[in-house]
């Protein structure tokens, strides 16, 4: 089946920093999202970004799909982007299903 | 609108006993679908409906049952609970075209079989 890989698996950061997590994937993929966990458990979709880049405020989305990779950038970080960041992938082709990657925990510090 | 609901938000059965996880949603949405996530890992699909009649088994659905007999409701139901079905379950909801589009998810409900 298909692999999702995402990296960094941990990032601590200082607040205000700017940071960039990535996604690969290892097959062609109809469908990416991003996804963030809050310390409380609430799952929240970021983007849905098949390809292209999209921006929501202080976070932006590129992916690349024919080079298998997506990047999701935390620009000005604060407390309150702590959690997981989770990508899940659709794997072209009927009867898929999205594939979750294994999170990258990420810490703001004050 | 509420959203994606589940009820309860935790549950401690006993090795054999039976329980059914509770998911709504008021958002009109066709597609809804239920995950597991386990400790360290992603989430993992267990059974997942394009429709109110019409569901399909995911990743991971031994051990568990579905049904949609309305567009709101998607229950799921543990037949004879296992530790290792010890985890935290999500229920999700999305629109359009396809299932896997932008899912939006209920809170969660944490399962503890002893």
């Known amino acids: 089946g298909i692999q999702v890989e995402q990296s960094p698996p941990d990032l601590i950061l200082q607040e205000g920093a700017n940071s960039t997590l990535r996604c690969n994937f290892s097959?062609?993929?109809?469908?990416l999202q991003w996804f963030h966990q809050n310390p409380w458990g609430q799952l929240i979709n970021l983007f849905y970004?098949?390809?292209g880049t999209k921006q929501n405020g202080r976070l932006s989305a590129t992916t690349v799909a024919t080079e298998r990779y997506s990047l999701l950038y935390i620009s000005s970080s604060q407390t309150t982007d702590s959690g997981v960041y989770f990508c899940a992938v659709e794997l072209t082709g009927a009867n898929s299903k999205l594939t979750f990657g294994k999170g990258i925990t990420l810490s703001v510090r004050p | 609108n509420a959203g994606v609901t589940q009820t309860p938000k935790f549950q401690v059965l006993k090795t054999g006993q039976s329980m059914t996880l509770q998911c709504a949603q008021d958002?009109?949405?066709?597609?809804m679908s239920w995950y597991r996530q386990d400790p360290g890992m992603g989430l993992r699909l267990i059974h997942y409906s394009v429709g109110a009649g019409i569901t399909d088994q995911g990743e991971v659905p031994n051990g568990y049952n579905v049904s949609r007999s309305t567009t709101e409701d998607f229950p799921l139901r543990l037949l004879s609970a296992a530790p290792s079905q010890t985890s935290v379950y999500f229920c999700?909801?999305?629109?359009?075209?396809?299932?896997?589009?932008?899912?939006?998810f209920g809170p969660g409900t944490r399962l503890t079989v002893l």
């Open positions: 970004i098949p390809s």
């Open positions: 999700a909801s999305s629109y359009g075209g396809h299932w896997t589009n932008e899912q939006f």
């Open positions: 097959d062609s993929v109809n469908n």
């Open positions: 958002m009109n949405h066709e597609y």
